[in-house]
């Protein structure tokens, strides 16, 4: 009985001292939760708030907690707007599991002096190698001739047509932020001239700088694209960029679907104007349009790049620096600067 008093006292107390832990929402279960474990990002210092647990709705569960939230852990799947932000006045730190940054209102944030923290260059390497290796597939036809070999058809229609060398290859990226320099290392490696496009030119490389896409394009044999979604770049490799690109030209897709105006881009595959392309993202995912499946130059990837085991392990770390960090008025681990 005692014990059970004891337990009863101790539970009570634990839950006290929960009750006065700072509060950091999360409104959508972000995929590192099921890939790794929620338990990776246990702290002392503060309690997650699930929203997407709630029978409430959203609006309604913020307004609730309204004075407790001091922090959002965000991912890619839900907005972070103006609506949600004014619900939560304590808020200082929106922090977010994705290394793009197009769900948060960046603008609002910046009103209302909240920080932003993303995943720094936790993903760089691993999406960089899976942006070069689809470039590699696409040029070696490697899924296409996996594809050939488990028909059989090695055997009854004889070889597979060639693909084509990498290196010596002129490629263009778009966006050269730490992703994109980590791409362009690798394509050094191999033999490639590398090029670029972004906001500013980066005075730190001494790579070719576009300030115009359309002219990368024209001036290079593939281009893959690593920016951020934002309005400015919504559907940028549009009709103009794939012609100038052109019949040989190979694209990859690490960023954002709608960054590449997906119809024009299937239009161009289907016709023969560009010659593959290499897509971890899509403009509807998880719905991909079907008339990728048909195309042997097309290689698809789930939207993975940013996805290993050792990535999501880091991540957790920072993730749970940040918010510490932060609730200690320490500075930050990976801080978004625009
Ligand atoms: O695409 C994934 C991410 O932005 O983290």
């Not at 939230?69 to 890619?76: C, H, T």
């Not at 090695?154 to 990498?166: E, F, H, I, M």
């Not at 394509?187 to 980066?202: I, P, Q």
Request: hydrophobic share 40%; charged share 20%.
């Amino acid at each position: 009985m005692a014990i059970n008093d004891n337990n009863t006292d101790s539970n009570k107390s634990q839950k006290q001292e929960e009750k006065d832990l700072p509060k950091v929402v999360i409104f959508l279960p972000p995929p590192v939760f099921s890939l790794i474990g929620e338990e990776s990002f246990a702290s002392n210092k503060f309690l997650f708030l699930k929203a997407y647990d709630s029978q409430l709705p959203l609006l309604q569960f913020l307004s609730t907690h309204s004075k407790s939230i001091k922090a959002i852990l965000s991912s890619g799947g839900a907005a972070v707007n103006a609506d949600i932000l004014q619900l939560l006045p304590e808020v200082g730190l929106v922090v977010t599991t994705s290394a793009g940054l197009n769900q948060i209102d960046i603008p609002e944030c910046r009103r209302r002096g909240i920080k932003i923290a993303n995943a720094g260059n936790v993903y760089s390497d691993d999406v960089a190698d899976l942006a070069v290796g689809l470039l590699i597939d696409v040029l070696r036809k490697v899924s296409a001739s996996d594809r050939y070999v488990r028909q059989g058809f090695w055997a009854t229609k004889g070889d597979y047509p060639l693909g084509s060398k990498l290196g010596g290859k002129r490629v263009g990226i778009v966006g050269l932020g730490n992703i994109g320099r980590e791409v362009a290392k690798r394509l050094e490696a191999f033999g490639c001239f590398v090029s670029y496009n972004s906001r500013k030119k980066k005075p730190y490389v001494s790579y070719p700088f576009y300030q115009n896409v359309c002219e990368l394009a024209a001036n290079c044999d593939a281009l893959i694209i690593c920016c951020g979604l934002s309005d400015e770049t919504h559907h940028m490799i549009n009709k103009q960029v794939l012609s100038a690109l052109g019949k040989e030209g190979v694209i990859v897709n690490v960023g954002r679907g709608p960054i590449i105006d997906e119809k024009e881009m299937l239009r161009c595959l289907v016709q023969g104007e560009i010659a593959g392309a290499g897509l971890d993202v899509f403009e509807n995912e998880p719905d991909v349009p079907k008339e990728f499946f048909a195309l042997d130059n097309v290689v698809l990837s789930p939207h993975r790049a940013v996805f290993t085991p050792e990535s999501e392990k880091n991540l957790s770390q920072l993730v749970v620096g940040n918010l510490e960090a932060f609730l200690s008025n320490k500075p930050l681990l990976s801080e978004y600067v625009d």
